[in-house]
């Protein structure tokens, strides 16, 4: 079946722009993650859905970042005010279930660039 | 907290070599270890991953991983790369608490195969 995919594939944003970012999990996955990778690092996470609950926003670096899951299928990640560094690989990531030791899948990822 | 180190940023091997990728971990528990890997423009995939049972670990590609508790280590190796194994390979812990789920990642090692 069809993975997870991401839109858009590349984002050009000024600073002070809002943006929305989409992701639309493999279906019938319960769990929906989103993470944040600058350039050179490792991914590091952001916020966790299970189903349309938002579980976990512990990684969300301050209160610009917003994601929603009303379905529990489609999520958005929204970034408002843009900032310089904002910019970075935005992947979104489902799992079937909701444990620790579930495969995690990823989407292709979301390239902002902030000017 | 949890955390993951790759010591080696950059390694470049030859074609038909064997191959060794350090990882090493921080975490309370057991943990729940993975490895994937990224090619330029891709998602992350998915080639093996570790939660209990037999500690040598088989993944695709013909990649294998050893987790050794009293190392905290979780190395991935394979004995002959090739040439379309070039890329960025990530190792990474889970952690569950029942109602947050997330993976923690180190910051990559990029690998290039020389022909």
């Known amino acids: 079946g069809a993975g997870v995919s991401q839109s858009p594939r590349y984002k050009v944003a000024k600073r002070g722009q809002d943006v929305a970012l989409r992701c639309d999990p493999i279906?019938?996955?319960?769990?929906l993650f989103w993470y944040q990778q600058a350039l050179g690092q490792g991914p590091e996470f952001l916020t966790y859905?299970?189903?349309?609950?938002?579980?976990?926003k512990s990684g969300l670096p301050s209160d610009r970042f917003f994601a929603e899951r009303p379905e529990g299928s489609v999520s958005t990640l929204k970034i408002q005010r843009t900032q310089q560094e904002d910019s970075a690989v935005y992947l979104c990531?489902?799992?079937?279930?909701?444990?620790?030791?579930?495969?995690?899948?990823f989407g292709p990822g979301t390239r902002l660039t902030v000017l | 907290a949890q955390s993951v180190t790759q010591p080696d940023i950059h390694i470049t091997v030859s074609e038909g070599a064997s191959l060794e990728l350090r990882c090493n971990y921080s975490?309370?528990?057991?943990?729940?270890l993975f490895w994937y890997v990224q090619s330029p423009g891709q998602g992350l995939q998915l080639l093996l991953k570790y939660f209990s049972g037999d500690t040598l670990v088989q993944g695709i590609k013909g990649f294998e991983a050893e987790f050794k508790r009293s190392q905290s280590s979780f190395n991935l190796r394979k004995p002959s790369v090739h040439w379309s194994d070039a890329a960025e390979y990530f190792c990474?812990?889970?952690?569950?608490?029942?109602?947050?789920?997330?993976?923690?990642f180190g910051t990559g090692t990029r690998l290039q195969v020389t022909l």
């Open positions: 990531a489902s799992s079937l279930a909701a444990g620790g030791s579930d495969t995690q899948y």
């Open positions: 975490y309370g528990a057991t943990p729940y």
């Open positions: 279906s019938g996955h319960v769990s």
């Open positions: 859905f299970q189903n349309e609950a938002q579980l976990d």
């Open positions: 990474a812990v889970g952690s569950y608490t029942g109602t947050a789920s997330k993976l923690t």
